[in-house]
């Protein structure tokens, strides 16, 4: 797991986003507040691993969703995601980092893979779905956790 959070640091390292460890975070806004409370829900839904997995790697299996850092980004909040899955013919594990950034003006900023290391690469058609799915479903499920935050 260190290796991966390192990993992780490396892959972010001008986001604010606290993952593993307690590191100073600026001042949040009322929005980032509520946003985060919102993310922190959605991210506890069950099978987001494995969709996420779905939409990236369609012949893998098994995708868990095994940490998630939300933080600040700017006036909106980033939202790091670490799936890990097995392959399809071998069964070799992989991880896939994803981030979803999102701020109050508008809502969905971008979905995108920040790390892949399967052999074949997610295609640009896969990763335009992925900012597709989080634009559309996990948006609207983000809103409705932000609602119940007023």
Avoid at 61 to 69: A, I, P, Q, Y
Wanted: proline letters at 3%; charged letters at 30%.
């Amino acid at each position: 797991m260190k290796t991966a959070f390192r990993l992780l640091v490396l892959c972010l390292p001008l986001l604010n986003v606290a993952c593993g460890e307690e590191r100073a975070q600026p001042a949040q806004s009322a929005w980032q507040r509520r946003a985060t409370k919102a993310a922190e829900a959605v991210m506890d839904g069950e099978g987001l691993g494995e969709k996420l997995r779905t939409i990236l790697h369609p012949t893998g299996k098994n995708g868990d969703l095994t940490k998630v850092c939300i933080g600040n980004d700017g006036p909106g909040i980033v939202v790091t995601m670490e799936v890990r899955w097995a392959g399809g013919l071998v069964g070799s594990l992989y991880t896939t980092i994803v981030t979803w950034r999102l701020n109050e003006k508008v809502g969905h900023v971008s979905a995108t893979v920040d790390r892949d290391d399967a052999l074949v690469r997610a295609s640009e058609k896969r990763r335009a779905y992925l900012d597709e799915f989080c634009r559309t479903k996990l948006l609207k499920a983000f809103e409705e956790e932000l609602a119940k935050q007023k």
